[in-house]
């Protein structure tokens, strides 16, 4: 029985596609310069082992990943060697190999990102015209067919061409067949490699020159030549056949030709001709398609057709790029004969009857046909003198057909085409018809049985619900119960429908969903038959618009409803989306679904966990169980600006949904979808820093100093199929906890890194829940160098090394203390302890004196002990003056030296000056160096004033450049003669010589005899 099932449902199948294969509509996607290619003019594609979809122009070569296209042009140093691209081939390592038709052919390595050249220059190829290049796996070589250069064969092991020429012909294509290579030339028609060469053979009119050969999945040999057939050969180079698609019924050699062809999995041959576009070719059936409408009507020349892995077929024309998705291909477009001059002409439903009459109903009448293979024909529906808009339409369980129009109801005649209006009254005196003035519209029907008594509903939209009693012609219309006060009933409906257990239920548009039901005040025996228009009948009514739990959740605006399961309902709204409906829960009644679409028309389900809706981008699809939404928008092939609510059921094709456009309708098969198996194939292909360009460096270990670390990157998906569904997930280790989602944007931003080393994760989800690997990055951001190791390092080393300085600075300091203060003890020890010796000595003198009694000779000895007691406290007390660390600047050692001058050089009646430069005043000084200077002076005033014979000194402290002068002239006798010997053997000059050097100054005088002793050191 189940086999029996399948067969019908088989046989079914196969009847669709028979009616199809007649009469095709498709819709192709469009790319052109708009949409990032390089040139309108697109000459050959592939896709290649990556994913990536490589397309061929007059201008450039163009690599797609379903979103964006990058762009390759000659005049880039890393590129394709020419512009102007003829062809495209992979080889079994996977290079892209790009013939060009003036400057040989290129290999690209997309992994190293190179490209290498091969022409007439740097190689042995023989011309730099390439018509096609072919890549052989049994010889592991590509074939090279040349314009007017004939054929070549690339060594892909050496990587190098071969010098030897196989022929000098023109020829245009190569194909491999199992092993065999197959050429087609001018006037060789279809040769194998031993018999190639002009004539060499004897020659037909009938395919003499081949533009293009294709082996089909089966093995066969379709080829296209300069003639208005597709011809068919065997493996011996046979023609077999030829399919004429002109319909002229002969072979013209002029006109018309095949360039291209391709084969779809239906195994239909896509054929590309020079001016007419595209013709299909039905193996089967031995015949050309005729009746083949696409979305674009294409009419230039198609140069390549490619079907890649997933059944896509990318047709490369001189008008732009055009791509054949089968997903984007399951929705069916109908047009309507629409008469001229009517622009308004919205399709609002279709009623089929059991006898297969099909009615559709517009804004401007109806269109029919009496059976599926029949064109619709166009029906103007006219009620007293006015034409009627269409906008509802039902088929009573009884068979007959009621419309409703922008007056009234009609009950149509499906055998004779007729209508007439519903009348009620009719064996009374005034006849009555059903018509309504007032502009409103009849936008609701629906057949509700109350006590054996089949009513109609029809809905007046914005006035009022009236039922039609056709047992008893009568007509009423309905209020609420007079004990309902409080409760109205909605006059602005939008639809009326009854579910499986026969309750009515009201989407409205201000009081959201009601429920309405007949009862015991619902009296329609007590209303006569055949009464006048328009009795009233009451009824019960019970909405459901807020939650009795929260006041704030309101559903004002409900646009349909269809069953969920037996106790719960779908409902869709305006501005709360879609909304699952329990009437069970008192104080919530409603969940909802995806905030994020608010605005929902109709909706239908196909299965138990399908629900289909409507909506103002396209058809959305929601899955309950997975809770997946897709939507099929006008890049899924859906008819922009749908609207309004689902057709009636076809009673031929239960699973078919269609839904009404201006002009038409889309049906498809709810339960047969073919889902996207296509899997992301994610690479990370440009990569922004600091807004710059920077792709180079995706191909090798990408490390940015600290300040370039604001990155940007694009992911290419390589998706062709609803690319803008794809939703993008990344996270940053280091960064991010947890992935993060871009939507569906591929550009990835991430600014004000840190320094550090960066993993970049990245996926992919299609909206058929379809999920990528992760792609990884690793890059680095190099810290500034004051946070390096090596900087620390060095850091440690250097304060490690200040810290020893300073401690060895420290050591020297004291170790010189030390040795001032021991120079400055055992000058004490000798200045003051042989003066002291000597003050004893002459107080022992002096004490024997004075027992001698010789008063004289005993004052004279304790002036000379006072001699040395003012010695001793003038030496303590300059040395005192020296240790003490206030006392570190000229001004102190000058004031001192004045001091001293004054009071020397006074008692000697010598007048002096002293000057000291403001710019050293405050200039520090070592205690050495005060020590040492106050010294070299005392000494130099004392000889002064024992030698000199003076009567005026000046001196001076100067500062001149980096250096500090110190000047003690006289103008005295200088040294005498008779004196100089005393005075450069004694130890004075010797003392002061030395003591300059002690710290470090340059030591000078000069005394020419009558002109006084000048005395200069300079200080470093």
């Not at 007949?518 to 009464?531: I, L, M």
């Not at 000798?830 to 004490?847: E, F, N, P, R, V």
């Amino acid at each position: 029985m189940r086999n029996r099932a399948a067969l019908l449902f088989l046989l079914a199948f196969l009847l669709q596609l028979k009616g199809k294969a007649d009469s095709l509509n498709i819709y192709l996607n469009y790319f052109s310069v708009q949409e990032g290619l390089s040139e309108n003019q697109t000459t050959c594609v592939i896709k290649d082992k990556y994913g990536f979809i490589w397309v061929g122009t007059k201008d450039g070569l163009n690599r797609f990943d379903g979103r964006t296209f990058q762009v390759f042009k000659a005049t880039a140093s890393n590129s394709i060697p020419g512009n102007y691209i003829t062809c495209l081939s992979l080889d079994g390592d996977s290079l892209l190999w790009i013939g060009t038709t003036s400057n040989g052919f290129c290999s690209y390595d997309f992994a190293a990102q190179k490209f290498t050249h091969y022409n007439t220059t740097n190689s042995k190829l023989n011309a730099d015209y390439i018509n096609d290049i072919t890549y052989d796996s049994y010889r592991n070589c590509l074939w090279i067919a040349m314009n007017n250069s004939g054929l070549q064969k690339f060594d892909l092991e050496k990587k190098q061409v071969i010098p030897e020429l196989v022929s000098i012909n023109t020829y245009y294509t190569v194909a491999i067949l199992d092993s065999t290579p197959y050429f087609g030339g001018i006037i060789e028609s279809l040769k194998l490699q031993k018999d190639l060469g002009r004539f060499k053979k004897p020659m037909k009119d009938t395919a003499s020159t081949l533009n293009t050969i294709y082996i089909d999945l089966e093995g066969n040999i379709w080829c296209g030549a300069w003639d208005n057939a597709l011809h068919l050969f065997n493996k011996n180079t046979e023609r077999v056949n030829s399919f004429i698609f002109d319909g002229s019924g002969k072979l013209k050699l002029s006109g018309e030709e095949i360039i291209s062809i391709s084969e779809d999995k239906d195994n239909l041959l896509w054929c590309g001709t020079k001016n007419s576009g595209i013709l299909i070719f039905d193996k089967k059936k031995k015949a050309f398609l005729h009746s083949i409408a696409f979305s674009r009507n294409i009419t230039s020349r198609i140069n390549s057709i490619y079907t890649d892995d997933f059944n896509r077929i990318w047709i490369a024309s001189n008008e732009g790029l055009f791509e054949y998705d089968p997903l984007l291909n399951q929705f069916n477009t109908e047009l309507m004969p629409v008469p001229e001059g009517i622009k308004s002409c919205h399709v609002v439903d279709r009623l089929i009857t059991n006898e297969g009459l099909d009615l559709v109903i517009s804004k401007c009448g109806m269109f029919y046909r009496k059976n599926i293979k029949e064109k619709y024909r166009y029906l103007e529906i006219v009620y007293r003198d006015e034409k009627q808009e269409l906008n509802s339409i039902m088929q009573s369980e009884s068979g007959k057909i009621y419309i409703g129009t922008n007056r009234t109801v009609l009950e149509f005649d499906p055998h004779t085409l007729s209508y007439k209006t519903i009348q009620s009254n009719i064996q009374g005196k005034f006849k009555t018809s059903f018509y309504f003035a007032g502009a409103t519209v009849v936008n609701n029907l629906v057949e509700y049985t109350y006590k054996d008594s089949p009513l109609i509903l029809a809905s007046f939209y914005g006035m009022f619900i009236s039922v039609i009693d056709n047992k008893r012609n009568s007509i009423y219309f309905l209020i609420h119960k007079k004990n309902h006060q409080n409760i109205i009933l909605e006059n602005l409906v939008r639809k009326l429908w009854v579910d499986s257990k026969k309750n009515i239920w009201i989407c409205g548009s201000s009081m959201g969903l009601s429920q309405i039901y007949f009862d015991s005040t619902s009296k329609f025996e007590e209303v006569p038959s055949n009464d006048t228009l328009f009795s009233e009948m009451q009824i019960g009514i019970k909405q459901w618009n807020k939650a009795q739990s929260d006041s704030k959740i309101q559903i004002k605006n409900v646009y349909d409803i269809t069953d969920a399961d037996s106790d719960r309902y779908w409902m869709t709204t305006q501005g709360n989306g879609l909304v699952l409906f329990n009437p069970a829960h008192k104080q919530n009644p409603f969940t909802f679904i995806n905030p994020d679409i608010t605005s929902i028309a109709g909706i239908s389900k196909s299965s138990d966990s399908v629900l289909w809706m409507i909506t103002s981008s396209g058809i959305l699809r929601y899955q309950t169980k997975s809770g997946i939404f897709k939507m099929f928008d006008a890049n899924s092939g859906v008819r922009e600006k749908i609207g309004g609510y689902f057709f009636n059921k076809n009673p031929f094709k239960p699973n078919e949904m269609a839904v009404g456009f201006n002009g038409g309708y889309i049906h498809f098969n709810a339960d047969s979808m073919l889902p996207s198996l296509e899997k992301p194939v994610l690479y990370i292909t440009k990569l922004w820093v600091m807004d710059n360009i920077a792709d180079s460096l995706l191909i090798s270990d990408i490390r940015l100093n600290y300040k370039n670390n604001f990155l940007k990157f694009y992911v290419s998906s390589n998706i062709y199929t609803q690319n803008n569904q794809i939703t993008y997930y990344y996270r940053l280790n280091g960064i991010d906890k947890s992935w993060r989602s871009n939507d569906d944007n591929p550009v990835i931003n991430y600014t004000n890194l840190p320094h550090g080393t960066y993993d970049l994760e990245v996926k992919a989800v299609t909206n058929d829940n379809i999920e990528s690997d992760i792609r990884r990055l690793h890059f680095v951001i190099t810290p500034p160098f004051y946070l390096t190791y090596w900087f620390y390092t060095i850091l440690i080393i250097a304060i490690s090394s200040i810290i020893y300085l300073l401690y060895r600075m420290r050591i020297n300091q004291i170790l010189r203390v030390q040795e001032v203060r021991n120079n400055l003890a055992r000058d004490l020890h000798d200045d003051i302890g042989s003066t002291l010796g000597s003050i004893h000595l002459y107080s022992q003198i002096a004490k024997s004196k004075l027992s001698e009694k010789d008063p004289i000779e005993t004052q004279n000895i304790l002036d000379r002990i006072k001699v040395f007691s003012e010695e001793i406290i003038e030496k303590t007390g300059d040395t005192i003056w020296a240790v003490k660390a206030k006392n570190d600047n000229y001004s102190d050692l000058s004031l001192r030296m004045e001091s001293y001058a004054a009071s020397i050089l006074g008692e000697a009646n010598i007048n002096f000056n002293f000057e000291t430069d403001e710019k050293i005043l405050y200039n520090k000084l070592t205690m050495t160096a005060r020590k040492n200077l106050f010294l070299i002076f005392k000494e130099a005033i004392h000889n002064i004033v024992k030698y000199a014979n003076c009567t005026f000194v000046d001196i001076s402290l100067t500062r001149i450049g980096n250096k500090i002068v110190f000047r003690i002239a006289d103008n005295g006798c200088g040294i005498c003669s008779e004196k100089k010997g005393q005075y450069f053997s004694g130890n004075g000059l010797k003392n002061m010589q030395t003591r300059a050097e002690e710290i470090g100054a340059d030591f000078v005088l000069t005394s020419p005899a009558g002109q006084g002793t000048e005395i200069l050191i300079t200080i470093q």
